[in-house]
């Protein structure tokens, strides 16, 4: 059945045109990103694995600091947990860097320590996804893999006229399945960066510049003139709010933070103490405070609001300044001065918190 939805889309394409103008468009066109002027595995996969969900102006200078910091593949395999969430900061997301390192500590274990060119066996390390699969396997070891993204399935949908919805799981396998038969076996790198090149540059969500666009002759959705209606996509689901109160708690010049779950959201970082203001007032998440860590605190002022959005909830917070009047030893709680805060890997939302702090 796939096979023959492929061959039907693909049916009076000419690939071979597609692929060639893709390819000198890219080589003339493309951006000189840091990570392009390597064919390093390892550099490969931190860049792809930062470039999911995240634009390319952030992940520029965090890749540089990551590659600093870890400049082989063994010092990142060496590295601590916190070490390597500490150089993720600000990127978000931070399982991918917890599936980053412990795939790393699998390659050592199962590999030898050399990131395997096997699409089976790379694809099966922790967090590696279909598309890390197949943008490291083609960008790092030339073979002729697909790498299908958000760019990618809307530059495709447009390019082949595929009306069906995104956002579902059937529909991206298929996108992968009629990828797979327009990459090309002689340069499957510059194809797959190129694809997501065009959707960067050129083939954007809104507003494409079909003007400009290279592979605009093979271009179905413009030849119809419905290249702004796709690709479809499923309604999102509402993000939930969720209200905090942070607290900066000062005591003797020192700040309490405290260390998150080990699993779940934002696992093992390090934040301010946050009250659930859904579930208690202000002045009960002080006694709370007081009962469940042992420390007695008096709320100074309000400083600040902020909001933090995630994919699935947003944060409202309010972030209060306080004094920590009291404190029993709770193995929970650190109290830091504000020098070494640097030690600590922290949410985001949680550094941009650290200005309030005089
Ligand atoms: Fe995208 Fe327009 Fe190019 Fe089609 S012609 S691929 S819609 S930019």
Redesign the pocket.
């Known amino acids: 059945m796939r096979c023959l939805v492929k061959q039907h889309i693909l049916q009076s394409f000419d690939i071979l045109s597609f692929q060639n103008k893709l390819l000198d468009w890219y080589e003339d066109k493309k951006r000189d990103l840091p990570w392009r002027q390597s064919s390093n595995p390892y550099y490969i996969w931190i860049s792809e694995v930062m470039l999911q969900q995240t634009r390319v102006d952030t992940v520029i200078p965090n890749f540089e600091n990551f590659i600093t910091l870890f400049t082989t593949f063994q010092e990142l395999v060496a590295a601590y947990e916190q070490e390597v969430l500490k150089a993720w900061e600000g990127l978000g997301y931070y399982s991918r860097a917890r599936n980053l390192h412990h795939a790393a500590k699998e390659v050592v274990h199962s590999f030898n320590g050399v990131i395997p060119n096997d699409p089976e066996q790379f694809g099966q390390l922790k967090g590696v996804g279909p598309y890390t699969r197949g943008a490291v396997m083609s960008i790092a070891f030339g073979l002729p893999e697909p790498a299908v993204d958000a760019n990618v399935m ?2 495709l949908s ?2 082949l006229r595929m009306e069906e919805n995104i956002s579902e799981h059937r529909v991206k396998k298929e996108f992968e399945n009629i990828t797979r038969g327009l990459v090309p076996a002689d340069d499957p790198s510059s194809f797959n960066q190129g694809l997501m090149e ?1 959707g960067a540059l ?3 969500p809104k507003e ?3 003007m ?5 002759s ?2 179905r ?2 030849e119809a003139g419905i ?1 702004n209606e ?1 690709p479809i996509k499923g309604k999102k689901k509402k993000q939930r709010h969720i209200a905090y109160a942070a607290l900066l708690l000062e005591y003797n010049g020192e700040y309490v933070i405290e260390q998150r779950p080990k699993s779940g959201l934002l696992a093992n970082l390090w934040q301010f103490p946050m009250i659930p203001l859904d579930e208690m007032a202000l002045e009960d998440g002080v006694t709370w405070l007081s009962s469940e860590y042992g420390i007695d605190v008096s709320i100074d002022k309000k400083v600040a609001t902020l909001k933090h959005v995630f994919s699935h909830i947003i944060w409202n917070i309010t972030i209060y300044k306080g004094t920590v009047i009291r404190k029993e030893t709770d193995q929970r709680l650190e109290f830091v001065h504000p020098d070494a805060f640097d030690l600590y890997p922290f949410p985001v939302s949680h550094l941009k918190m650290i200005p309030y702090i005089d």
């Open positions: 809307r530059v447009r390019v065009l050129i083939c954007t494409p510049m079909c400009f666009c290279p592979v605009q093979h271009c959705a413009y290249q796709l």
